[in-house]
Structure formats: structure tokens, C-alpha cells
């Protein structure tokens, strides 16, 4: 394969994988009413590939949508220590986004109040998060978006179940306790993998976070290679586990606030979506898969 080729191959390559994230974007802002017209939204900027590769997907949906809206970049600079504080306005300049650096030094408050050894994630998000959320009143944005992927959606559920005891995940569009924000993850249906091969091909300046990334025995990223592992054993395990969250069956959990439990009465008519498991054509159907499987045997 000559030079020629392989350049070519390579392009195609990323155009099909730019084509792909445009559209699961597209269609997480659809079946969730992420975007509405006029809409003035801030994009939360971290330096990280997934942020840079929400940015980028919404400028260019920007570009093509029917409707019209807003876009501003906003980065909270948490004074960690070597954080490269030119870059980010070097980059969104170079791209002529409009952009608002908020500084606030959350890095000391953590290292502070958190023992050494303990993880700071908890603490980090509920300071980042408080600031965000005041940061979007006075720029007078109506959505809040961030850069969560389905991986993240997917770790955060396996995480509230085996350490909070939960079943709650990351939902693509949350209005806030208060009721004055719209947080919004466009890119729930993208996984992180192709997030990752995105941000080699555009080359974004990527910034790692030293807070928390260094930490050991992290929950979340005990989680994270769980998942990753899966991934490689069982190719389509996380798409079906994604699958779950959008066909949830509050009869079949054990949550009464969600399902009357107390109220169910037998009845002569079939319940809509009920179990099914022991009727009679189940059964019958079962026997005769059986008695096929029997003959096939036959020699």
C-alpha cells in the first residue's frame, strides 16, 4: 500500500468517525429536546478530550441546525499547580469561540479539607459544580453542557450501585435542585474510545488533570477497567447495558415509591408488560423446541 492510499484510507477513516459522533450527538439532542431555539449554551471546557470534542461537534451542528443558538466556552481554572492557563485561550481565540475563564482556587480547599490518601473527586465535582451553576446565571445561559460521555453514564451507575447503593446514573438532560439550571451531556450515546481516536485526529491540546488522576485505587477508575475489559471480552455488552437505562421496568425492581407493591390484587385480565415467564404458551412453545431438538438427535 503506497502513501497515496493509506492518507486516503486514513481520511475516510475520520470523516466516517466524525460522521458517526455528529450523528449520535444529533440524535441525543432530538430524542431529549437538549437545544431549543435561542438557547444561549455553555460549554464547559476542562482541557480534557471529551470537552474538546463537545465543543467541536456542537460548533460545526452549530453551523447546519434549523434553529438558532449560542455557544460560549467557559473553563473554571482550579489553580492546581503547572496548570498551562494560557492554553485554552490560545486555542478557543484560534478558533474564535467566545469564551469566559473563571478562576477560583479550589485546588487549595480540597487539599485542605480532604486527608491525604483519600480521593477528592466528591468534594472537587460539588465545588466545580456550585461554581458552574453561578457561572451560567451570570452569563445568562440557559443550558449547561457537559462533556459526559456513555462510558461515564455507564461507570456512575456501576459506581452508585456497588459503593452508594443506588441505582442512579448520569441523565443526559438534569434540571438542577434548585430549578434554575439545565445541565444538558450530548454526548451520552458516544463512547469514549471514539471520543479518544477524535481528539488524536484534530489534535486538541489536551491539559491532564493532576488533582485527581494521580490518585490511587480510585473507584472510578477501578470501574472504568472493568468496563474496558468487557469491552474487549464481550464486544456489545456496554451497548446493551446502555440499552437497560432506556427500557427500565419499575415492577421488576423493588423500589415501592416507584411501583405500588402493596396494591397488586390478582385479576382475570393479563397485565400489560407483566411476566410472562410461566404462561402456558411459554411452556408449550419450550416443549416444542424440545421435541424438534429430540428428533434432530435421531440418527
Given at each position: 500500500m503506497n502513501i497515496t492510499?493509506?492518507?486516503?484510507?486514513?481520511?475516510?477513516?475520520a470523516n466516517k468517525l466524525q460522521k458517526r459522533l455528529r450523528r449520535l450527538v444529533g440524535q441525543a439532542i432530538d430524542d431529549f429536546n437538549?437545544?431549543?431555539?435561542?438557547?444561549?449554551?455553555?460549554?464547559?471546557?476542562?482541557?480534557?478530550?471529551?470537552?474538546?470534542?463537545?465543543?467541536?461537534?456542537?460548533?460545526?451542528?452549530?453551523?447546519?441546525?434549523?434553529?438558532?443558538?449560542?455557544?460560549?466556552?467557559?473553563?473554571?481554572?482550579?489553580?492546581?499547580?503547572?496548570?498551562?492557563?494560557?492554553?485554552?485561550?490560545?486555542?478557543?481565540?484560534?478558533?474564535q469561540v467566545p469564551y469566559h475563564i473563571v478562576e477560583q482556587d479550589t485546588y487549595s480547599v480540597v487539599k485542605r479539607v480532604i486527608p491525604e490518601g483519600k480521593t477528592t473527586c466528591s468534594l472537587c465535582s460539588r465545588l466545580?459544580?456550585?461554581?458552574?451553576?453561578?457561572?451560567?446565571?451570570?452569563?445568562?445561559?440557559?443550558?449547561?453542557?457537559?462533556?459526559?460521555?456513555?462510558?461515564?453514564?455507564?461507570?456512575t451507575l456501576l459506581l452508585n450501585m456497588f459503593y452508594g447503593g443506588t441505582l442512579k446514573g448520569m441523565p443526559p438532560k438534569l434540571l438542577s435542585d434548585d430549578g434554575k439550571n439545565i445541565v444538558i451531556r450530548p454526548l451520552a450515546y458516544c463512547r469514549e474510545k471514539d471520543l479518544a481516536a477524535y481528539a488524536a485526529i484534530k489534535e486538541f491540546p489536551i491539559i491532564p488533570c493532576n488533582l485527581c488522576g494521580s490518585q490511587p485505587n480510585l473507584q472510578r477508575q477501578v470501574i472504568k477497567e472493568m468496563l474496558q475489559s468487557w469491552d474487549k471480552k464481550f464486544p456489545g455488552r456496554l451497548e446493551t447495558m446502555f440499552r437497560a437505562l432506556q427500557h427500565v421496568k419499575p415492577s421488576?425492581?423493588?423500589?415501592?415509591?416507584?411501583?405500588?407493591?402493596?396494591?397488586?390484587?390478582?385479576?382475570?385480565?393479563?397485565?400489560?408488560?407483566g411476566d410472562k415467564a410461566f404462561d402456558e404458551e411459554t411452556l408449550l412453545d419450550f416443549s416444542k423446541l424440545f421435541a424438534s431438538a429430540d428428533k434432530d438427535q435421531e440418527f
Open positions: 492510499s493509506t492518507t486516503y484510507k486514513s481520511q475516510y477513516n437538549m437545544i431549543e431555539s435561542g438557547d444561549r449554551i455553555m460549554v464547559c471546557l476542562s482541557g480534557g478530550k471529551d470537552s474538546y470534542g463537545l465543543l467541536d461537534i456542537l460548533l460545526n451542528l452549530q453551523k447546519h441546525a434549523p434553529i438558532s443558538f449560542e455557544l460560549i466556552a467557559v473553563n473554571l481554572d482550579q489553580k492546581q499547580p503547572g496548570f498551562p492557563e494560557h492554553l485554552l485561550p490560545k486555542y478557543l481565540e484560534s478558533i466545580r459544580r456550585g461554581i458552574l451553576y453561578g457561572t451560567a446565571e451570570k452569563l445568562g445561559a440557559t443550558k449547561i453542557a457537559l462533556g459526559h460521555h456513555r462510558d461515564d453514564i455507564l461507570e421488576h425492581l423493588a423500589d415501592p415509591s416507584l411501583y405500588e407493591f402493596k396494591s397488586i390484587q390478582q385479576q382475570n385480565t393479563p397485565f400489560p408488560e
